[in-house]
């Protein structure tokens, strides 16, 4: 069952035998990190496995594509010039146009001339004082490598059985055709409901002949009240623009500096304030929404509370009272990370829309023409879901699998990694990514991660971490170099102490109250561990005090 491909719109650029620093990825963060790291004096070259620059915003070109971090946040702040000389349309960038303003740093910095394109990693080995590179494309000897390979990367395809026989078209929303699909005339199923899902699904819904969206479990999801950005507006954040930056990386999400979290927990103040401060922020839009009160992830009365209001919202939104209840989640809001959507609930009013919940009527098998779903011993009473009777074969033109990605190890994992004594970092990792501040691995000496697991990053503005890190590991580099060593390693000690510190913080949390790809529960056989740490503020005061005490927990030679 092949899923749609993407065209290459890369050029060749051939590597260097050996350079100073390699880095893997061009996307935001390997982007910067090979300007950072050329600005301080070193030789550096990036390899990408796609034909062109923006990572995340290059694969991932379905059709409703935005992203939900405010534009004039999830942009780059080391260049005064560009942050100024950038035009943002929207509140939320569409893909394309955050693609373009990708491409426009990559032109802006000269980028390009060092960076292979269609190139992938394979090997990674470390030689006792560099690492050997090898790609599809040959070799490269490198003091240091960067892995910018990004935390929603490696796509999740889950197999389902006799799926070889389906002959429709099938496409995954993080690999999309370049050329896009048209839906016009075609009866189209989306397997999968979280933000990719979510944002797919109405914009799909517009042209399909007919849309059935195949629901394992309900998401909880928030308008996002998308909307041109003013330009009185756009000039407002541009007048004091390092101030915006610096409110926004003291916030826990290190993002929304402007509507800082409530001073209340939910259930401490009377129902109708709640209520006002909910409506508010629904209101308002956006992820900001789980800030109404500062104890949302931490105390599930309050939890429950909030998700109470979201339910209810989707039962005044939603017509019918069946898709309603289906639609609603039950689990712990922001325990999966929360959705945000246009018209998202308003879709399933329209009569070419229906629902199918996979936990009553689960995916049997594919045949050549669509699927045969089954019925659970719940779903009995009911045989009829929408307009599709259960255990039945449904047919369909194109399926489209929004069912997301092996999170934050996926892509590294992909790579085979051999460090000291040759040992694999898969083998490492086997019981879960154990690291030194989500930054870098003992064994794996010159290693460096960018939002790595054990850091912030996919619970954070991902923009604002990436540069965090490059920042760090740059200096680091530099300081490294000033000082004669050339080698860095984490501490074994130090390494355990990281992990506990995070698994103790994720513990304080609701966040490890569910099955979310956060803690890997989405791909089989992943090893559970709560991967990224909550808190941005906190983790960036640690990451500089320790390179205040010349790299403590860190092995330099
Ligand atoms: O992936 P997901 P995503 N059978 O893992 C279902 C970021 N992002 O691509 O919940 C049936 O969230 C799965 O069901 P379940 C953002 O951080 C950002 O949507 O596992 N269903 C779920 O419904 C986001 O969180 C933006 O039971 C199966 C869905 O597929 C992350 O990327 C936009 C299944 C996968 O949801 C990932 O989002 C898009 C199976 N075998 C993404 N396997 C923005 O900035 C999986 N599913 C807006």
Not at 155 to 172: I, Q, W
Not at 192 to 217: D, F, K, M, N, W
Request: glycine share 8%; net charge neutral.
């Amino acid at each position: 069952m092949p899923l749609g491909g993407v065209r290459n719109n890369g050029r060749m650029v051939a590597a260097p035998e050996r350079v100073d620093v390699a880095i893997v990825g061009a996307g935001f963060a390997g982007m910067y990190m090979l300007h950072r790291a050329r600005s301080a004096g070193f030789s550096a070259h990036v390899f990408e496995r796609g034909g062109g620059v923006g990572g995340t915003w290059y694969w991932n070109r379905y059709p409703g594509a935005r992203c939900d971090v405010p534009s004039l946040e999830y942009s780059y702040q080391f260049s005064e010039e560009l942050q100024q000389e950038w035009e943002w349309s929207e509140k939320y960038a569409t893909q394309p146009e955050i693609l373009r303003y990708a491409e426009h740093v990559a032109d802006r910095f000269d980028l390009r001339r060092s960076i292979s394109f269609d190139t992938t990693v394979q090997t990674l080995d470390w030689q006792g004082e560099a690492w050997r590179v090898t790609t599809t494309r040959g070799t490269t000897v490198a003091q240091y490598v960067v892995l910018a390979t990004g935390c929603l990367s490696a796509a999740n395809v889950p197999r389902f059985t006799d799926d070889h026989l389906y002959e429709g078209k099938t496409y995954h929303t993080g690999n999309w055709p370049h050329e896009g699909v048209d839906f016009s005339k075609k009866r189209v199923a989306v397997i999968g409901t979280g933000s990719s899902g979510i944002q797919s699904i109405p914009v799909i819904a517009e042209r399909a002949e007919h849309l059935t969206v195949l629901q394992r479990t309900p998401a909880y999801s928030v308008p996002a009240r998308n909307q041109k950005l003013s330009p009185e507006y756009i000039e407002s954040v541009k007048a004091n623009y390092g101030e915006f930056r610096r409110k926004n990386s003291l916030t826990r999400a290190a993002l929304g500096g402007d509507t800082p979290t409530g001073p209340h927990g939910a259930c401490e103040v009377s129902d109708a304030e709640r209520r006002d401060a909910l409506e508010a922020r629904w209101q308002k839009g956006g992820l900001l929404f789980l800030g109404a009160f500062n104890d949302a992830l931490t105390n599930p009365a309050s939890n429950q509370l909030i998700a109470d209001f979201v339910r209810e919202k989707i039962r005044t939104t939603v017509r019918d009272p069946e898709t309603a209840r289906r639609l609603s989640p039950d689990s712990v809001i922001g325990c999966k990370r929360l959705c945000v959507d246009t018209d998202y609930y308003e879709t399933f009013n329209r009569p070419k829309v229906s629902l199918i919940d996979l936990r009553e009527q689960p995916i049997e098998r594919f045949t050549k023409q669509g699927i045969v779903f089954g019925r659970t011993r719940s779903s009995s009473a009911s045989t009829a879901i929408g307009d599709e009777p259960a255990r039945t074969e449904i047919e369909f033109d194109a399926i489209v699998f929004a069912t997301g990605f092996d999170a934050m190890t996926g892509a590294i994992n992909k790579i085979e990694i051999r460090g000291r004594d040759r040992r694999a970092l898969a083998e490492t990792w086997v019981d879960g990514p154990v690291n030194y501040l989500g930054l870098s691995v003992h064994g794996f000496p010159n290693l460096f991660m960018v939002t790595g697991p054990g850091s912030p990053s996919v619970l954070t503005n991902m923009i604002v971490s990436i540069q965090h890190h490059v920042e760090w590991i740059t200096d680091c580099l530099a300081r490294l170099r000033d000082s004669g060593l050339t080698t860095i390693e984490a501490d074994v000690e130090a390494q355990r102490e990281w992990v506990e510190h995070v698994n103790s913080v994720a513990g304080m949390t609701l966040y490890t109250s569910c099955s979310s790809w956060y803690l890997g529960a989405n791909v089989y056989g992943k090893p559970r561990v709560f991967m990224p740490l909550p808190g941005f503020p906190a983790y960036a005061q640690r990451c500089a005090e320790v390179a205040r005490d010349n790299y403590k927990g860190f092995i330099t030679r």
